[in-house]
């Protein structure tokens, strides 16, 4: 299977070493822990306008929004089976920059990699309005006048809301997990938002994408570290 971006401005980061990757083939990963280097997570495609590079000052992945983005996305070269938990570390660099992450990400009618759009301009109705299943984690959201939440795609179907909002701009511990219908969020070791997919067919597996969005007037930008994908 193939995650095409072919002729996308931004496919790359301006920072990024591989912007004439014009497409990834993409692989099942195994059962099993899977630490990401920042090395293999700077590899990743990423989607619209802005920059990732390895800040090696922090230790960490320093990923922002350009002026004037739609939102920025890195989106892993592998497809993950439903079982699995993420965890990762992140620190939110201002107040603006919205934390979102992706699972589960696959073609609603095909069930295979999805199809980037050559003219995508990072918005986020890619992934919620056109025909993309997946689950969307949204966090450190008070910007957007939001609390935690995890929606199911297509069509920002709510699936749970937290009822407050719990993380700074610092260091936060993050655990993404999904079990079969199962989802929860987790920041610093508490249950955040956790609920049970209640729709008849649960949706298969797909690729990880690790999303920002800021606010009309600033920016976002994150660091993360930390990156593990236990496959259940």
Same mark, same amino acid.
């Given at each position: 299977m193939i995650i095409g971006c072919l002729g996308l401005?931004?496919? !790359?980061?301006?920072?990024r070493a591989d912007d004439t990757t014009a497409e990834y083939v993409v692989k099942t990963v195994e059962k099993g822990q899977h630490s990401l280097s920042l090395e293999e997570l700077a590899g990743w495609m990423f989607l619209g306008e802005g920059s990732v590079r390895v800040d090696s000052g922090e230790n960490a992945l320093f990923m922002t929004e350009a002026p004037g983005s739609k939102g920025v996305t890195l989106v892993s070269p592998a497809t993950f089976p439903e079982n699995m938990v993420l965890t990762f570390?992140?620190?939110?660099?201002?107040?603006?920059?919205?934390?979102?992450?992706?699972?589960?990400?696959?073609?609603?009618i095909t069930g295979g990699a999805l199809e980037v759009p050559a003219d995508y301009d990072g918005g986020f109705d890619f992934w919620t309005a056109g025909r993309i299943n997946n689950y969307v984690f949204a966090f450190h959201n008070s910007a957007h006048d939001r609390k935690p939440f995890i929606v199911k795609d297509p069509g920002m179907q709510l699936l749970a809301e937290s009822d407050a909002n719990v993380m700074g701009e610092q260091w936060h511990?993050?655990?993404? !997990?999904?079990?079969?219908?199962?989802?929860?969020?987790?920041?610093? !070791?508490?249950s955040v938002v956790e609920v049970e997919d209640s729709s008849?067919?649960?949706?298969? !597996?797909?690729?990880?994408g690790f999303r920002l969005r800021g606010t009309p007037d600033a920016v976002a930008s994150a660091l993360f570290k930390d990156v593990v994908v236990d496959v259940k």
């Open positions: 401005i931004g496919c !790359g980061g301006s920072e570390k992140v620190k939110p660099l201002s107040y603006e920059s919205v934390n979102v992450v992706v699972i589960s990400a696959s073609d609603s511990s993050i655990e993404i !997990g999904r079990a079969d219908k199962r989802l929860w969020l987790k920041i610093d !070791g508490n008849e067919t649960a949706l298969p !597996g797909g690729v990880i």
